[in-house]
């Protein structure tokens, strides 16, 4: 992943999509758009249809040379030629994946809204540390993230900081300048005007 002062896009696939189309949909945007990294987000949990996704996309990626990550599935990322892995679970499988993978792989954690968690997954050697949701979802488990917290982080820990979660482009803006990445899911591939029309909107607004 870059290392660059102006907030980066991070794209997260959707849970469940069709392969070819998807496929056709990511190219487009990495064509048009500078993006730092993509994660692979996969409902099912059988290894052969994640493997089978992330085949199609680490093609798309790396033909365009953006780092593919997965969630939480360290194997996968190793036998499938994956940039990393992205945990959901903090730090505690952070020196696990370490081992398990090349030094160099990309290990990002989803820390929610804690702080404690954030600074255990940095210690514990995590390339960049994710919080969010930015606001109530219906599938929030936690309370939403505070701005203090990505104020707080980006002065005085250097891991990179990752705003996910219901993002809107009011958020966007106010988020850009305190995180070193945005990550955008559903904001855009659920958007009515399609995700480029959507990610335009997103850079006009943090650039």
């Known amino acids: 992943m870059a290392d660059e002062e102006q907030t980066q896009i991070y794209l997260i696939t959707p849970p469940q999509f069709e392969l070819s189309t998807f496929s056709n949909d990511l190219s487009g945007l990495l064509d048009k758009f500078e993006i730092a990294c993509v994660r692979l987000r996969c409902a099912s949990e059988t290894a052969e249809d994640i493997g089978r996704a992330a085949d199609t996309l680490r093609e798309v990626c790396h033909a365009r040379e953006v780092p593919l990550v997965v969630e939480n599935h360290g194997k996968i990322a190793l036998n499938h030629g994956l940039d990393g892995v992205h945990l959901t679970d903090g730090a ?105 029309k959507a990610l335009s909107s997103y850079v006009e607004r943090i650039r």
């Open 92 to 196: 505690r499988q952070i020196r696990y994946m370490r081992e398990m993978l090349e030094d160099d792989a990309i290990i990002g954690s989803f820390c929610e809204n804690s702080r404690h968690y954030g600074l255990s997954a940095g210690e514990a050697g995590a390339d960049y540390v994710a919080f969010g949701p930015m606001a109530e979802t219906p599938l929030s488990t936690n309370d939403p993230a505070d701005f203090e917290t990505f104020e707080w982080w980006s002065e005085v820990v250097e891991v990179p900081v990752v705003a996910e979660g219901a993002i809107s482009l009011e958020l966007a803006e106010k988020l850009a300048p305190i995180t070193d990445f945005l990550a955008l899911g559903s904001e855009l591939f659920s958007a009515p005007e399609g995700p480029q």
